[in-house]
């Protein structure tokens, strides 16, 4: 500071200075910082208590973690079961651990009338769920699940390997090759979420 006055003195050397001109140089030097090298940046100190806040019920969290395990687990036991397709007393050891009816007999009806008419589906499909909905309060708990389902890898055929359709076997139009949205409800049974309905909602593309 004390050079930055002196500086400002000697140029203050040529002509009479009042003494609010002298206290107002210092008063503007000192403000300025007086350095002759580049301006610093202004860094901010570190916040300790800065970073991102979770806004996230651990329940919820823990629930929808949960719901999403039980419905991969469900789409990959039914590529596994409609791949060779068994009566439905069979099919139903395959399924159980992720439905629950009316939708568990629903899938085995389709399974046990693809074992009856001597058809497969080849391939696999692809799935992209969200949980939509979580009631963790309700009697049971209960979640809606929204997905998106692709299944133009995912073709019905013949144990010959021949095409099929839908119509041909009796099967319903969701199966023919396709990309829609599904919407799944989901409930709480004693110690784990099980898929008991779902219903396709053929106006929404995903």
């Known amino acids: 500071?004390?050079?930055?006055?002196?500086?400002?003195?000697?140029?203050?050397?040529?002509?009479?200075?009042?003494?609010?001109?002298?206290?107002?140089?210092?008063?503007?030097?000192?403000?300025?910082?007086?350095?002759?090298?580049?301006?610093?940046?202004?860094?901010?100190?570190?916040?300790?208590?800065?970073?991102?806040v979770s806004t996230v019920d651990p329940a919820e969290a823990a629930a929808i973690e949960e719901i999403l395990a039980t419905f991969d687990g469900f789409r990959r036991a039914e590529v596994a079961v409609q791949a060779d397709p068994e009566p439905a007393y069979l099919a139903l050891a395959q399924l159980a651990d992720y439905l629950a009816d009316p939708l568990l007999g629903s899938v085995l009806f389709d399974v046990d009338t693809m074992h009856r008419?001597?058809?497969?589906?080849?391939?696999?499909?692809?799935?992209?769920p969200e949980v939509t909905g979580l009631r963790l309060d309700g009697s049971p708990p209960t979640a809606t699940v929204r997905d998106c389902l692709d299944t133009t890898g995912w073709r019905l055929a013949d144990r010959q390997g021949g095409q099929a359709t839908a119509e041909s076997v009796g099967l319903p139009v969701q199966f023919e090759p396709d990309r829609y949205v599904m919407e799944f409800s989901a409930r709480r049974f004693d110690d784990r979420w099980l898929l008991d309905e779902a219903k396709v909602e053929r106006g929404e593309r995903c």
Do not use: K, Y
């Open 117 to 128: 008419r001597g058809v497969v589906r080849a391939g696999e499909p692809t799935w992209r």
């Open 1 to 52: 500071m004390a050079s930055c006055i002196a500086r400002g003195r000697d140029r203050m050397r040529g002509g009479p200075v009042t003494f609010l001109a002298v206290v107002t140089m210092v008063v503007v030097v000192g403000a300025a910082g007086c350095s002759d090298g580049p301006d610093q940046p202004f860094e901010w100190p570190d916040d300790p208590t800065s970073g991102p």
